[in-house]
C-alpha cells in the first residue's frame, strides 16, 4: 500500500462528483435510499467509490468543494439497559452524547416478501461499528434483566425538525422473581465473609491450667464442658466467674474483682459480643464443713480488741501397728500363746520372713527380748534336741529333693542322659559333671557305659555307681494366687497336699504301706531300701503322714529325663509328704488308712507295665521324696 499522498490532479473524478460532507442531524431529511455505504479496498483511500455504487438518480447536484471530515472518534460501548432503566427526567454525563437512531422513511407498500434488514445506527462516511469483545463477554454474561423491546425508544438529543414532541412513555421492566435465600445464591462477598468468620471460642481458666473449646450454646453445656476438661469428681461442685472490667455496662457497679455466673443468662450476658470469651472455673467439696465465722468489725477505735480465739491443733493420725502372736510349749508339755501389738514406723522395722533365735522373757518384769537370723527361703527348722537346762541344739536344713537313676541292662551299653529342670537349683551331682544352658532351663549331662547287674561308668571320670544321684532346692517363685488342680504339674517352691489329693495315715502304719506299694510298681529291694531310708528321719518326727504319689505328666515340666538310645521301659516315682497334727485329722477323715488301700491304683497313675519284669529289656528307674512344710 502506497503511503504518499495524492495529488489532486491525480485523483480520478468519477462522473457524478460525491456530495459534500453534512452533519447527520441534516441528514436525517434525505431519503435513506440515497445513503450509500462506503466501500474500502487496498487501492483507494476514503472518498474514492467504485463505478457500481455511482448514483442512478436523474437529479443534478451541484459540484461542490469537499472537504474531508475530522477523523470520528472511536466507538463507545453503552449499556442499553442500564440508559432505557433511567427516568426520563434524568440528564446525561457531561460529555457524553446519545446516538440518533435514524428513522426510516415510510414508503408504499411492496407485493415483495422479501425480508427487511435490520436497521443499524447511521455513521459517518469511511466508519465502521464493532462491538469489542469484553462487551459482547459481558452481555452474555449478564442475566438479570431482559433486553429491551424494539417498540421502546431510546432518548436522544437531537430531533428532527419537523417532529412534534411527543411524551415519553414510562419504561417498565419485568419484575424478576425473588429465588429464596440460600447458601448457593448468596453473593461471593458473602460467602467470604461468613466462611472468613471465625467460631465462638471459650477459655475456661482454673487451677493453673486452660482449656480452649467453641463456645457452649447454655450454660449447663458450660458446666459439662468444665466438668469434662478438668477431670473434676462427682464429689466437688463447680462455679464459673468473668472479670468484672469484663462485663458491659455493669462493670462499674460491681464491688469485687471477678462475678460468679449463676444461671443461663448471666452466662448469655458475660459472652455477649465477643468472639473469645475468658471464664474462670472454681471448685468446691460438697461434704466441706463451714470454717468458723471471722470476727465482727469493730464500731470505734476506741475499745479493746478481743482475742481471736484459736483452733486446737488437731492430733496427728495414729501410727500404724501390727499384731504379734508368739505360740511356745513349756517342759511340762503345754502350748502358750502370747498375743501383743507392735506400733511405730514398720517399714524400717524387721523386713518381713523367718528367724531362727531364742526369745528371753525376764522375771517379773515380763521384759521380751528376741535374738536370731533369718533364714533362707528354703531354710526351715525341724528338730530342736535340749542337752541341758541352759543350752539347746537347733537343726534344720533346706527343702530339698534327692532323686535316684537306676539302669538295669542285660548287656553293656552306651548312653547318653541329659536331665533337663527348671524351677530347682542343682547343689551336687554325683558322678560330677557340669550344668549347661538349656534355653530357659539347664540341663546335666553325662556319657555313661552301662554293665550287667546295674553297674554303671562315667565315661569322662572313670567312676562306677549304682546309678546316677542328684540333690536339688526349689528355686524362689511367687505364690499361686489361687490352690492349683489337683492334677496341675509341680511347682516346686510351693509343692500341693490337701485331703483331695493326698492320703493321710499314722506315722507306725504308713512305712509298711509305702513299702507295699513301691512293691507292687516293681521296685527292687535294693531301690525300695534306699528310697525308704533316705527320708525317714522326717518320717519319725510326725504322728501322722499324708503323702502323695505324682505321675509323669506333673514331673516333666520341672525335671525331665532323656536317654539316648531310649529304653524298652522308663518308670519315674517321686513322692511328697507332710506332717499332720492330731488337731487337723478331721479334714482327713475320707482320706484314711481304708481309703489309702482301696481307693487308687497307683500302678496306672505311675504308667507301670509288665515289661518291668522283664530282664532282656533296656530298664530304666527314677525315685525320689521331698517333705513339704507349712
Not at 550287667?452 to 540333690?471: A, I, K, Y
Request: charged residues 20%; neutral net charge; hydrophobic residues 35%.
Amino acid at each position: 500500500m502506497s503511503l504518499k499522498k495524492p495529488v489532486p490532479s491525480d485523483i480520478p473524478l468519477p462522473s457524478t462528483p460525491p456530495p459534500a460532507y453534512k452533519a447527520l442531524s441534516e441528514n436525517q431529511t434525505e431519503s435513506q435510499d440515497a445513503v450509500i455505504p462506503p466501500e474500502k479496498t487496498n487501492d483507494t483511500f476514503p472518498g474514492a467509490y467504485f463505478e457500481s455504487a455511482k448514483q442512478e438518480s436523474s437529479k443534478a447536484k451541484v459540484v461542490e468543494d469537499h472537504r474531508w471530515p475530522p477523523p470520528p472518534p472511536p466507538p463507545r460501548v453503552f449499556n442499553w439497559v442500564e440508559l432505557a432503566s433511567k427516568s426520563s427526567s434524568s440528564s446525561l454525563k457531561p460529555g457524553v452524547e446519545s446516538l440518533e437512531t435514524p428513522q426510516p422513511i415510510k414508503s408504499a407498500t411492496s407485493p415483495n416478501k422479501l425480508k427487511k434488514k435490520k436497521s443499524a445506527p447511521l455513521l459517518p462516511r469511511g466508519v465502521n461499528f464493532t462491538e469489542s469483545t469484553t462487551t459482547k463477554q459481558d452481555k452474555r454474561d449478564c442475566k438479570s434483566p431482559p433486553p429491551i423491546p424494539a417498540s421502546i425508544p431510546l432518548k436522544t438529543t437531537a430531533t428532527r425538525p419537523d417532529s412534534v414532541p411527543q411524551p415519553e412513555p414510562e419504561i417498565k421492566l419485568p419484575r424478576i422473581p425473588t429465588p429464596p435465600v440460600l447458601w448457593d445464591n448468596l453473593p461471593w462477598y458473602i460467602k467470604r465473609s461468613k466462611m472468613s468468620a471465625p467460631p465462638r471460642m471459650l477459655i475456661l481458666a482454673g487451677g493453673g491450667y486452660e482449656a480452649f473449646v467453641a463456645m457452649p450454646p447454655t450454660f449447663e453445656k458450660a458446666l459439662a464442658l468444665a466438668t469434662e476438661k478438668f477431670n473434676i469428681p462427682a464429689t466437688h461442685v463447680i462455679r464459673l466467674s468473668c472479670k468484672a472490667s469484663d462485663m458491659q455496662w455493669i462493670g462499674g457497679y460491681t464491688g469485687q474483682e471477678d462475678i460468679f455466673i449463676a444461671d443461663n443468662d448471666s452466662f448469655h450476658y458475660a459472652c455477649a459480643g465477643k468472639h473469645v470469651a475468658r471464664l474462670g472455673v472454681h471448685v468446691y467439696d460438697k461434704n466441706a464443713k463451714p470454717g468458723p465465722a471471722p470476727a465482727p468489725s469493730g464500731g470505734g477505735g476506741g475499745g479493746e480488741k478481743k482475742e481471736e480465739k484459736k483452733e486446737a491443733p488437731k492430733p496427728p493420725a495414729p501410727p500404724p501397728t501390727a499384731d504379734q502372736n508368739f505360740t511356745c510349749q513349756t517342759t511340762a508339755g503345754k502350748n502358750v500363746t502370747l498375743s501383743a501389738t507392735v506400733t511405730g514406723d514398720l517399714t524400717k522395722g524387721i523386713p518381713a520372713g523367718n528367724y531362727l533365735g531364742t526369745l528371753s522373757i525376764e522375771d517379773k518384769t515380763w521384759k521380751q527380748t528376741f535374738v536370731g537370723n533369718q533364714l533362707g527361703p528354703n531354710e526351715v527348722m525341724t528338730k530342736y534336741i535340749v542337752h541341758d537346762k541352759n543350752t539347746a541344739r537347733l537343726l534344720f536344713r533346706p527343702r530339698s529333693v534327692r532323686p535316684s537313676v537306676e539302669f538295669l541292662h542285660a548287656e553293656e551299653k552306651s548312653l547318653e542322659v541329659s536331665l533337663s529342670i527348671a524351677d530347682w537349683t542343682v547343689t551336687s551331682a554325683y558322678p560330677m559333671t557340669s550344668l549347661l544352658p538349656d534355653g530357659a532351663r539347664h540341663k546335666l549331662r553325662w556319657f555313661l557305659k552301662v554293665q550287667p547287674g546295674g553297674v554303671v561308668e562315667d565315661m569322662l571320670t572313670g567312676t562306677q555307681s549304682n546309678g546316677l544321684f542328684m540333690e536339688m532346692i526349689p528355686s524362689v517363685t511367687a505364690k499361686p494366687e489361687s490352690l492349683p488342680d489337683p492334677d496341675a504339674p509341680l511347682i516346686p517352691a510351693w509343692p500341693d497336699i490337701r485331703p483331695s489329693n493326698a492320703w493321710c495315715l499314722p506315722q507306725t502304719i504308713f512305712v509298711p504301706h509305702i513299702d507295699r506299694i513301691l512293691t507292687a510298681l516293681g521296685l527292687p529291694v535294693e531301690s525300695r531300701t534306699a528310697m525308704i531310708t533316705s527320708w525317714l528321719p522326717g518320717l519319725t518326727r510326725h504322728k501322722n503322714i499324708a503323702y502323695r504319689i505324682l505321675n509323669r505328666s506333673q514331673l516333666d515340666p520341672s525335671s525331665s529325663l532323656t536317654i539316648i538310645p531310649p529304653p524298652s521301659v522308663m518308670l519315674r516315682i517321686f513322692v511328697l509328704f507332710k506332717g499332720i497334727p492330731d488337731s487337723d485329722l478331721k479334714d482327713w477323715e475320707n482320706a484314711g488308712v481304708l481309703h489309702a488301700e482301696m481307693g487308687l491304683d497307683w500302678r496306672d497313675s505311675v504308667g507301670w507295665t509288665p515289661d518291668l519284669q522283664n530282664e532282656s529289656l533296656f530298664r530304666v528307674i527314677e525315685y525320689g521324696a521331698m517333705e513339704v512344710f507349712d
